[in-house]
Nanobody
Framework: QVQLVESGGGLVRAGDSLRLSCAAP????????IGWFRQAPGKEREFVAA????STLYSDSLKNRFTISKDKNTVYLQMNSLKPEDTAVYFC???????????????WGQGTQVTVSS
């Protein structure tokens, strides 16, 4: 069992930036796809971005504001120009390949809350 630990969530204002972190063993991060998903109240969990080695995959609607990157044992999600509709619990997840569907990810973190006020 691999533990993924998210951090960096919080309460921000519209237009602000926030960076989320997902920590896992370095060898695991290096060899697996690490993705970010989010779930707003009453909505389905949706794909945000993922990274495998140096390849990245983004939600089409978020790619202009969100950037995924990694450094050793941590995968980051840089979120810029935040909007109230970005309010959600953000989860990181790990899987074997770079993909957008939840079913492709085996390990999940507990999530970190992001709240954007207007």
């Amino acid at each position: 069992q691999v533990q993924l630990v998210e951090s960096g969530g919080g309460l921000v204002r519209a237009g602000d930036s926030l960076r989320l972190s997902c920590a896992a063993p370095e060898s695991f991060v290096a060899s697996n796809s690490i993705g970010w998903f989010r779930q707003a109240p009453g909505k389905e969990r949706e794909f945000v971005a993922a990274m495998l080695w140096s390849s990245t995959l983004y939600s089409d609607s978020l790619k202009n504001r969100f950037t995924i990157s990694k450094d050793k044992n941590t995968v980051y999600l840089q979120m810029n120009s935040l909007k109230p509709e970005d309010t959600a619990v953000y989860f990181c997840a790990a899987g074997a390949s770079l993909r957008r569907d939840r079913e492709g990810y085996t390990y999940w973190g507990q999530g970190t809350q992001v709240t954007v006020s207007s």
